[in-house]
């Protein structure tokens, strides 16, 4: 009976241990990937940059004009990394001290006036005008339900806020502007700023096509009489005058008299204030193609609504034409606006021309 009992204990024994050592294995050998192990991201680069630009985010300086929330998708593993960069570049020269002077801006009126809102799909666009808005505009007016598609929109009607239904922000209380630029998808469009200066000239003052007279009957000849070299020069508005008066320091005394004008030639620092603004997408005329369904997708209309087509070729970087627009022009002059849209140049990653590196 005795020898029994201690079989029995033994048998006990055996199983306890068992049991202990099967446990110790367990745990030895699970696999690390499933348990505790450190990870890499799926896409390294635009996780970190992200990461980097929310790291500068959160050192905004005091007294900056805040908006926070729909700066940046759900999911910022599947954001293209070309906007990753680019929103990346825009924060980090936002806080480059050296460069403050060229790209900061209050958020005033003046700015509040160039976003267009639609309450609908909480979408707010800035208007940077010679690079694309006019299609941009119709994609609004028929998310707002104006017309039901884009072919319907007479052109008289794009540039009518009267009539467009597109309300702009600056319509609204300072608490439910407020309210928008924090929740709200916000989104603008660039190009690069000599380009976008030479598209400017030629469409007020060289072909005028919705005949807007006062560019011509007005506006020139303010700009000839303050900035023409040659007073026996009779001839209308030359490139030439046209940088000139951008490149005045003191050119702020003319844009007072111009008005609202002034929108189709000031900085996109000075329309859509990038830097005291969290937009969630900086798209790019010289790949609209690639930007526009991307932007669609981002808001949560592409199903909704298509950007119209965009003849071929149309958006591609002319560097033949700035060349030939600005060889006519001072490099003393050049330089002078060079020094007034350096911070759009910056902020947007474009490349100083060549001519101003020789």
Same mark, same amino acid.
């Given at each position: ?6 079989? @029995? ?8 241990? !068992? ?8 745990? *030895? #050998? ?23 630009? %929310? ?19 759900? =999911? ?15 924060? /980090? ?14 958020? +005033? ?6 976003? !267009?809102?639609? =309450? ?23 998310? /707002?339900?104006?017309?039901? +598609? ?8 794009? %540039? ?24 709200? !998808? ?14 400017? !000239? ?5 072909? $005028? ?20 070299? $040659? ?7 030359? #490139?030439? =005058? ?21 929108? %189709? ?22 790949? @609209? ?13 592409? %199903?909704?609504?298509?950007?119209? *087509? ?9 560097? *033949? ?22 911070? =759009? ?12 590196? $020789?």
């Amino acid at each position: 009976m005795h020898h029994r009992w201690l079989l @029995l204990a033994a048998c006990f024994w055996v199983i306890f241990m !068992f049991m202990v050592a099967s446990k110790f294995i367990t745990l *030895t #050998f699970k696999d690390p990937d499933a348990y505790g192990a450190k990870h890499e991201p799926l896409i390294a680069t635009a996780v970190t940059e992200v990461e980097k630009i %929310h790291m500068i985010k959160e050192k905004s300086s005091p007294g900056e004009f805040q908006t926070i929330g729909r700066g940046f998708s759900e =999911d910022h593993r599947h954001r293209p990394l070309v906007h990753v960069e680019r929103l990346e570049l825009l924060r /980090n020269m936002c806080q480059d001290t050296s460069l403050r002077n060229l790209t900061h801006s209050t958020v +005033s009126k003046f700015v509040l006036d160039r976003i !267009f809102v639609c =309450d609908k799909h909480k979408i707010l666009f800035c208007q940077t005008p010679k690079v694309g808005n006019t299609q941009w505009k119709k994609v609004l007016i028929v998310l /707002n339900g104006a017309f039901s +598609s884009i072919e319907e929109i007479p052109e008289s009607i794009v %540039h009518d806020h009267e009539k467009n239904g597109l309300p702009r922000l600056s319509s609204f209380s300072d608490s439910e502007i407020q309210k928008r630029l924090k929740l709200y !998808f916000k989104f603008f469009i660039v190009r690069d700023p000599f380009e976008r200066l030479i598209s400017a !000239f030629k469409d007020k003052f060289v072909h $005028n096509p919705r005949f807007e007279p006062w560019y011509r009957h007005e506006i020139a000849p303010g700009i000839i009489r303050k900035y023409r070299k $040659n007073r026996t020069e009779t001839r209308g508005l030359q #490139f030439e =005058d046209f940088v000139r008066y951008l490149g005045d320091p003191n050119h702020r005394w003319l844009d007072l008299q111009f008005g609202d004008h002034i929108i %189709h030639w000031v900085t996109y620092v000075e329309l859509c204030a990038p830097c005291e603004i969290t937009y969630s997408v900086v798209g790019h005329h010289e790949t @609209l193609e690639e930007d526009a369904p991307y932007i669609l997708k981002e808001a949560g209309i592409d %199903h909704l609504v298509s950007y119209p *087509t965009i003849p071929p070729g149309i958006t591609v970087y002319n560097k *033949t034409k700035v060349e030939r627009y600005f060889s006519g022009v001072s490099k003393r002059d050049i330089r002078r606006l060079y020094a007034r849209f350096e911070g =759009d140049f910056k902020l947007f990653g474009y490349q100083k021309p060549d001519f101003l590196l $020789n």
